[in-house]
């Protein structure tokens, strides 16, 4: 299996812009998550799904985040208007039984930078 | 405060030490995750672990449930063992049933072993 696949790898962008991140999680797995990664906070969980019904939301910071998945296979993050305080790296992750008992398996990260 | 809580947050060994790094947890978890972060920025799953002690390679992970600790261990370590470790554990929550949960981070520890 290929792995998680994310695109794009790097994102410039202006303010304002809408910005538009994929994923592709490793067939058979059952949970998606995505992910945001700055130096101040560390790792945190935007949203989670589990057979592509959203579960938790509750990490997406605001109106202008928004994520689907509208098949087992693929998961859009979308962010409008973008903001350069959310410049960060993009992470999704897959796994087979869920954040509880299962291993997570990363993407490489979409590195977004809003200018 | 961050629920999941790693020391030390930086670490310089010489190739060869034995080196530790410890997580400490409040919040209830079902199982705990390490996870190491390559300069590259990738991400992958070393554990999963629930109980006792879990070993792969020169890594070892121990975990104590009713101290709500748990560390890593990297034995004859090497320079390409250096890298970001990142604890994470889970979160029980009203809404989560059966193995589905959200995953807390730690601030991750910064490790660079020297020749």
């Known amino acids: 299996d290929a792995g998680v696949i994310q695109s794009p790898r790097h994102e410039v962008t202006e303010m304002g812009q809408e910005v538009t991140l994929r994923c592709k999680p490793i067939s058979g797995h059952n949970s998606l998550f995505w992910y945001r990664q700055t130096m101040m906070r560390g790792l945190e969980l935007l949203i989670y799904f589990n057979n592509n019904v959203p579960i938790d939301d509750s990490g997406m910071p605001e109106d202008r985040f928004s994520a689907k998945m509208p098949n087992a296979s693929f998961s859009t993050l979308k962010i409008q208007p973008s903001e350069p305080r959310d410049s960060a790296v993009y992470f999704c992750?897959?796994?087979?039984?869920?954040?509880?008992?299962?291993?997570?398996?990363f993407g490489e990260g979409s590195r977004l930078t809003v200018l | 405060k961050n629920e999941v809580e790693q020391s030390p947050q930086n670490l310089t060994a010489q190739e060869g030490e034995f080196i530790t790094i410890n997580c400490s947890y409040s919040v209830g978890i079902s199982a705990l995750h390490w996870l190491q972060q390559h300069p590259g920025g990738g991400i992958v799953s070393l554990f999963m672990?629930?109980?006792g002690k879990k070993k792969h390679g020169r890594l070892i992970a121990t975990i104590n449930i009713q101290e709500k600790h748990s560390s890593l261990h990297i034995t004859a370590s090497h320079p390409r063992d250096s890298a970001v470790y990142i604890c994470a554990c889970c979160q029980i929550g009203p809404n989560y049933g059966g193995s589905q949960g959200n995953l807390i981070f730690g601030k991750g520890t910064k490790l660079s072993v020297k020749p």
């Open positions: 672990l629930s109980s």
């Open positions: 992750a897959s796994s087979l039984w869920g954040g509880f008992t299962g291993e997570l398996f």
